[in-house]
Each structure stands twice: as C-alpha cells, then as structure tokens.
T-cell receptor, first 112, second 109 residues
Framework: DADVTQTPRNRITKTGKRIMLECSQT?????MYWYRQDPGLGLRLIYY???????NKGEISDGYSVSRQAQAKFSLSLESAIPNQTALYFC???????????FGPGTRLTVL | EDQVTQSPEALRLQEGESSSLNCSYT??????LFWYRQDPGKGPEFLFT???AGEEKEKERLKATLTKKESFLHITAPKPEDSATYLC??????????FGKGTLLTVNP
C-alpha cells in the first residue's frame, strides 16, 4: 500500500464550485504539505502543517484553505474554484528538521 | 530571479550514452539538496539527499554530487526506463523546499 494517498486522483469541476482534495499518510510523519504543479512553473507550496495545531501559508495560498483533521490527514479546499486553479496538486509529508519530503501520487484538477 | 536553475531543460540520449544534468542554486543557508524523479502524471519519487559540499550519493546508474553552488546528477549507461523528468530542490530553513523546473530526459533504445 502507498504511504501517501490522495483522493480523488482526477476531478473536473466548474467555476465557482467548492472542491476538497484529501491526503492521508501512513508514514507517521508530523509534517504535511500541499503543492501545485503547473507546466513551466515547477512545484509551488500552497500550505504546510507541522502538526495538527500548526498550519501555515505557503507562497501561493490565496484562494485555498486547509484542514488538518489528524496527524495522518490533511485536506485542501478550493472555496470557489476558478480556471487558473487547473493544475496538478500534490501532498507531501516529512519528519521534522531538514528531512526528505515524500510525495503522493497527485490529483489532476480541471476547472472549466 | 530563479533560485534553482536546472539545465538542460530537455535531454535526449541514446541507450548507453552517459551524461549529466545540472542544478545550480543561489539560496543562502542551504540545509539540503534533493533530487527527485517524476514520471508523467505521477508524484515526484525521492532519489537522493545531499547535505554538504563534496558529498556524493549513488544508486544504480545514478550518481549525485554537490558543490557550494551546484549539483550534478550523472547518468551512466542509461536505459529507456530512465526516461523521466528529474527535479532538483533546495531546502532553506526547516521546511522551505524550492524546486527547479526540471530536466526532461528521454533515452532512446
């Protein structure tokens, strides 16, 4: 079984809809992250969480919100989706300190 | 100005033709440099972490090296299954991972 899972894997939605992407991990890591990937722009950090009560904005948090429901679960919400939020979304986890981030398989989101 | 620059953007090799990918960075206070492999439509897969200049890591046909300003990913006698996008990322502070845009490697049989 995969250590970091994301649901759904693909989602097509319409402008203005609320969307939630979910991430679960079995690695036992405290830290979880949400990134988006766009062609030509690389991976960019949306939000990160060091533990259940510690949630922080990344470099591109506008239009997004998150919820850390448990150590193993971290959800990303788009309150009112817009077309330029069409992208690949990845969840990642890591231990504390300068340690490796491990990525999930991604969610391909298309906003029409 | 990009803090992490990968070159070339794309590289096409024949099977068995060795080469190197470059990752140059301008961040201060580097706490780690990471190499990932990404296949189309999939999440980045961790390859190596390098923490200090002079460090080298090796795995099968891949070898990563680190200097104070850049890292190289050397691919020896590549096979078609090595075709992927290779991502470099640098860690500043305790969590901030800055990614390069990647090098798309294609290995032809």
């Amino acid at each position: 079984d995969a250590d970091v899972t994301q649901t759904p894997r693909n989602r097509i939605t319409k402008t203005g809809k609320r969307i939630m992407l979910e991430c679960s991990q079995t690695k036992g890591h405290d830290r979880m992250y949400w990134y988006r990937q766009d062609p030509g722009l690389g991976l960019r950090l949306i939000y990160y969480s060091f533990d259940v009560k510690d949630i922080n904005k990344g470099e591109i948090s506008d239009g997004y919100s998150v919820s850390r429901q448990a150590q193993a679960k971290f959800s990303l919400s788009l309150e009112s989706a817009i077309p330029n939020q069409t992208a690949l979304y990845f969840c990642a986890t890591s231990d504390g300190g300068p340690n490796t981030q491990y990525f999930g398989p991604g969610t391909r989101l298309t906003v029409l | 100005e990009d803090q992490v620059t990968q070159s070339p953007e794309a590289l096409r090799l024949q099977e068995g033709e060795s080469s190197s990918l470059n990752c140059s960075y301008t961040v201060s206070g580097l706490r780690g440099l990471f190499w990932y492999r990404q296949d189309p439509g999939k999440g980045p897969e961790f390859l190596f972490t390098l923490y200090s200049a002079g460090e080298e890591k090796e795995k099968e046909r891949l070898k990563a090296t680190l200097t104070k300003k850049e890292s190289f990913l050397h691919i020896t006698a590549p096979k078609p299954e090595d075709s992927a996008t290779y991502l470099c990322a640098v860690l500043e502070g305790n969590y901030k991972l800055t990614f390069g845009k990647g090098t798309l490697l294609t290995v032809n049989p």
